[in-house]
């Protein structure tokens, strides 16, 4: 081709010369295939288990909802990639042709853009088929696409560019309807490239950065353009002065461009985004183009020759892109709707579970001291009157059962209270008074002189030293048993602590190795 030929007659060119050459990527789909069955088979096996936790318990309901989550993953899979699989039914049916994916807010122009890119093939003796898509199912119609200043695409729809080139026009993603947007998603794997518009009155907005940013996650090829890069000047008409809408300056579009690029790479650099993966803006003005007879001088200031070259530089990573893109389809999948949706609920509960199970353990040590004070000030009052009622007898093995049925009484009525949410084995529970066999009722005696010696009269029996051994019995026996059922309690927690951490690693694993499988797709396909 001669050098002198315009940038458009060498992208049209280039359209009709694109080359689809296949490449065998049915290892790495069997390696995501992998991927997501191993992922399934270690949810079930890291499920949640609240062994000594009642199921009433504020922690079991929590680690009952993470293992709700974790069951529905798979299930919740199937139905995301089922919505996935119109997308790819449409990639199948263009697949011998590169697919531009006309992205951006509902005002940007996006229709009009599409319109315009038409009428130039047309121009050059090119065939051009317009369609929509309705229910996944390509139809083809002979009507442009509806421009205007409010949202005119209500589903989406393409036009074919020669024999080879396609544009999607989708539904703005910030649309007035949200099924518009939602369409626009479902739809998006099946682009090859990425045409981001973005209007000269509001460009670069935020919001469209963030889904700027996916894309370019997601490695594909991505150029924004600022549409309706115009302005209106005062002239002089029939005497008249009247406001005509004329091309922004050179150094006006630059200024744009700059800023645009300038704010989209801060962006993606907070986003952990690759910057050098943005494209630089291009400015045009579709309306001046025409309103110029679309002359090539009229292109040029317009700012089309600077877009056709700008088109021809992600030509060739686009058909790079659509060589690995159905295992891309399946990669995206798997990072956003299975490991991102997975992580983005899980990973906060899994944080909740942590925090409250590390609250409840720091908790323990005070409530056995509760236990152990409610016990203690409920059982030493009631000694004074065992003793004396079982004084007569001197009855030590009655005391000791009286309050080893007592102190149990006490003990599981106060660790029902403290370790509500525990399951208290009874081992835990049984009571044991240790106490020396020598220590007992004592008689209080009297000595009468007499001639032949002393006579000795027991008048009273004394229990002051049984009730001090008895007293530090039952304060050790108290302490033995909330200290058993404590220990019992920090088990539990410390399990359910485990397995939480366990559950963090093992996603964190995984998301390493679909990272790996990404890694291995991009060097073997690029």
Known sequence: MKADVSN?????????????????????LHSLDAWLAKLNADLHDHLLAGDGL??????????????????????????????LESAQALADSFDENALLLVFGKFNAGKSSFCNFLADRFVAHGKAVQYFHVDAGRVV?????????????????????????????????????TPDNAALTQRFIDSADAVIWLTSSTSPGQVQELDELGRELHRNKPLLPVVTRSDVYEEDEVDGE????????????????????????????????????????????????????????????????????AALLSITEPALVYKRRKRAEIVLHHLEENVLGK???????????????SQAARDLLERQQERIVNAVWRGILP??????????????????????????????SREANTQFADYIIANEATVVTLDLDQAVGFESIVLAYPETDGSLREVVAVDYQKLHAALKQAIHTSVLRLARKAGKQCNASLERLIELTGRLKNALGLHAQGLLALKSELRAEFD
Not at 342 to 356: R, T, Y
Request: with cysteine; hydrophobic share 45%; net charge negative.
């Open 8 to 28: 458009e007659l060498r992208f049209i060119a280039e359209v009709d010369g694109f080359e689809f050459v296949e490449r065998d990527i049915g290892k790495i």
């Open 241 to 308: 002065i009247v406001k005509l809408l004329c091309n922004k300056t050179a150094q006006g579009r630059a200024l744009q461009e700059a800023d645009v690029e300038a704010r989209a790479r801060q962006k993606l650099v907070e986003m952990d985004v690759d910057a050098a993966l943005l494209k630089r803006p291009v400015s045009i003005s579709a309306y001046t183009a025409r309103m110029q007879g679309e002359t090539p001088p009229a292109l040029s200031e317009a700012g089309f020759e600077r877009l056709y």
């Open 382 to 411: 009631t000694l004074p009157a065992l003793l004396e009622q079982h004084a007569e007898e001197r009855d030590v093995p009655a005391i000791r059962e009286s309050l080893s049925r007592a102190i149990h009484e006490a003990f």
């Open 140 to 176: 083809e119609t002979a009507e442009r696409f509806s421009e205007g200043a409010t949202e005119t695409t209500s589903r989406l729809q393409g036009v074919r560019l020669g024999e080879k080139l396609v544009l999607l026009d989708t539904p703005g993603l910030h649309s007035v």
């Open 54 to 83: 009642k199921e009433q318990s504020a922690l079991a309901a929590q680690a009952a909802a993470i293992n709700a989550v974790l069951q529905n993953n798979s299930q919740a899979c199937a139905r995301q990639w089922a919505d």
């Open 342 to 356: 997975l992580c983005g609920e899980v990973l906060p509960l899994l944080a909740e579970l942590d925090a409250a």
